[in-house]
């Protein structure tokens, strides 16, 4: 009986047909898993912020974050009306970012912390989405290299960064009407671009704890921020379509 086989220049051919087909397709395949990486830190990273000043309040007995001993120690003096009710937004935004070094890592298992030039980390800083009427959205803009200390989004009022044990850097500053961070998902390592592995957010002081996202503490707390990453990652289910 006959048997019949593959010659050598056979399987050379297919595997080599092999061999250009992934090289075409495992690019966008890291790529992919590589978004989706960073996306589902991203809602972990935000996850942690919202519980942790869900905790704050809860230890301070309130249900408003600017009551918070920590807004009021670290963040800023808020505005009060005739009735000493408090309105939104602060009396200045002169706050004292060395408080965050005292009250941060009782709610984060924080194993280095830095200050200002300290966080010497280089980023593609501020960039946004631009989205089309079929929700098809790109990344755009953007100021870079820069470092977090040294962008004006940080309101001149000194950042702290916080290096934590799951290996992401949770950025803290003071702004006028909530507290701004931006959260590089996998610490030092690159891409470090905003949108990608930054991810800029406000925790808003007359709010229940929850995080948005958004560069404008203004416009992130009052109308939202439609071209901020994050908020479009908590709309999109999660998905970096981007």
């Given at each position: 009986?006959?048997?019949?086989?593959?010659?050598?220049?056979?399987?050379?051919?297919?595997?080599?047909?092999?061999?250009?087909?992934?090289?075409?397709?495992?690019?966008?395949?890291?790529?992919?898993?590589?978004?989706?990486?960073?996306?589902?830190?991203?809602?972990?990273?935000?996850?942690?912020?919202?519980?942790?000043?869900?905790?704050?309040?809860?230890?301070?007995?309130?249900?408003?974050?600017?009551?918070?001993?920590?807004?009021?120690?670290?963040?800023?003096?808020?505005?009060?009306?005739?009735?000493?009710?408090?309105?939104?937004?602060?009396?200045?935004?002169?706050g004292n970012p060395s408080k965050f070094e005292?009250?941060?890592?009782?709610?984060?298992?924080?194993?280095?912390?830095?200050?200002?030039?300290?966080?010497?980390?280089?980023?593609?800083?501020d960039k946004y989405l631009?989205?089309?009427?079929?929700?098809?959205?790109?990344?755009?803009?953007?100021?870079?290299?820069?470092?977090?200390?040294?962008?004006?989004?940080?309101?001149?009022?000194?950042?702290?960064?916080?290096?934590?044990?799951?290996?992401?850097?949770?950025?803290?500053?003071?702004?006028?009407?909530?507290?701004?961070?931006?959260?590089?998902?996998?610490?030092?390592?690159?891409?470090?671009?905003?949108?990608?592995?930054?991810?800029?957010?406000?925790?808003?002081?007359?709010?229940?704890?929850?995080?948005?996202?958004?560069?404008?503490?203004?416009?992130?707390?009052?109308?939202?921020?439609?071209?901020?990453?994050?908020?479009?990652?908590?709309?999109?289910?999660?998905?970096?379509?981007?």
């Amino acid at each position: 009986m006959k048997r019949f086989g593959f010659t050598l220049a056979e399987v050379l051919i297919t595997l080599g047909i092999i061999g250009v087909v992934a090289a075409m397709t495992l690019p966008s395949l890291i790529a992919e898993h590589r978004k989706q990486v960073y996306a589902t830190s991203a809602k972990k990273a935000v996850n942690v912020m919202s519980n942790m000043f869900k905790k704050m309040m809860a230890d301070d007995s309130v249900t408003n974050l600017a009551n918070t001993s920590f807004v009021s120690e670290a963040v800023c003096a808020i505005k009060f009306d005739s009735n000493y009710h408090n309105v939104n937004g602060c009396e200045d935004n002169y706050g004292n970012p060395s408080k965050f070094e005292e009250y941060i890592p009782k709610y984060l298992k924080v194993v280095k912390t830095c200050n200002n030039q300290e966080c010497d980390v280089i980023y593609k800083l501020d960039k946004y989405l631009n989205c089309d009427s079929n929700n098809k959205c790109t990344l755009y803009g953007g100021i870079g290299p820069a470092t977090i200390s040294s962008s004006q989004d940080i309101y001149g009022q000194g950042v702290v960064g916080f290096y934590t044990t799951d290996g992401m850097i949770y950025y803290f500053a003071p702004a006028n009407n909530s507290i701004y961070i931006q959260v590089d998902v996998n610490g030092e390592k690159g891409p470090n671009e905003s949108g990608r592995d930054l991810f800029a957010m406000q925790a808003c002081l007359n709010k229940n704890g929850n995080i948005i996202g958004g560069h404008n503490a203004e416009s992130a707390c009052q109308s939202g921020d439609q071209s901020s990453p994050i908020n479009h990652l908590m709309s999109n289910g999660w998905k970096m379509d981007y």
